[in-house]
């Protein structure tokens, strides 16, 4: 019985722990209000106490079907601080950023990335495709994932690790250092 009730806690914090990363979905925080000043209404997407912000207003920020907004938060996810001395010795502690999407017909936000070392991630533009670059063992590498088949996945509740919707495409050079703008699709 001990073993039994051991094994049940184990398999419910394994389950709690990992609900907090790649394709977790949370409820909706959409709350709409009348702006006082004009009379407008307004829709808030999310709440906006969980360091929630939108990419460079270059980007695109809309999947190229309209159905989903792409947005990054440093405090949604279960990642631990991290923590880096500048050469002035000052501490920074921070959060690793991770994108999220808003599914514009429901507003549930859906968890895209996990880990610490992603760089930068562009939407196609024609296509429901995101391109990312994470850095691994020393290089900057570039991904595209197939959005279609991962929101797809999301709906049937059965979503798979990160690299069944990723496809690796190259490595940046090293002397170029952290990549930044680049154009897709």
Not at 143 to 172: C, H, N, P, Q
């Amino acid at each position: 019985m001990k073993k039994i009730l051991f094994t049940l806690l184990i398999a419910a914090f394994g389950c709690g722990t990992a609900s907090a990363q790649f394709g977790n979905c949370t409820p909706s925080e959409m709350q709409t209000y009348v702006d006082k000043q004009t009379g407008h209404t307004i829709t808030m997407l999310t709440d906006t106490l969980k360091h929630d912000r939108f990419l460079y207003q270059t980007d695109p920020m809309w999947t190229a079907d309209g159905n989903y907004l792409l947005f990054r938060s440093s405090s949604r996810g279960d990642d631990q601080e991290m923590e880096s001395t500048l050469p002035n010795g000052e501490v920074r502690k921070w959060r690793p950023t991770q994108i999220y999407f808003i599914e514009m017909a429901t507003g549930k936000i859906i968890q895209d990335t996990e880990g610490r070392n992603l760089g930068n991630a562009y939407l196609a533009n024609k296509s429901n495709r995101m391109f990312m670059s994470r850095r691994e063992e020393g290089a900057w590498n570039m991904y595209v994932m197939d959005l279609d088949k991962f929101f797809a996945d999301v709906k049937r509740g059965k979503v798979k690790k990160s690299a069944a919707y990723e496809k690796f495409i190259a490595t940046f050079p090293t002397e170029m250092g952290r990549p930044g703008g680049y154009a897709v699709d």
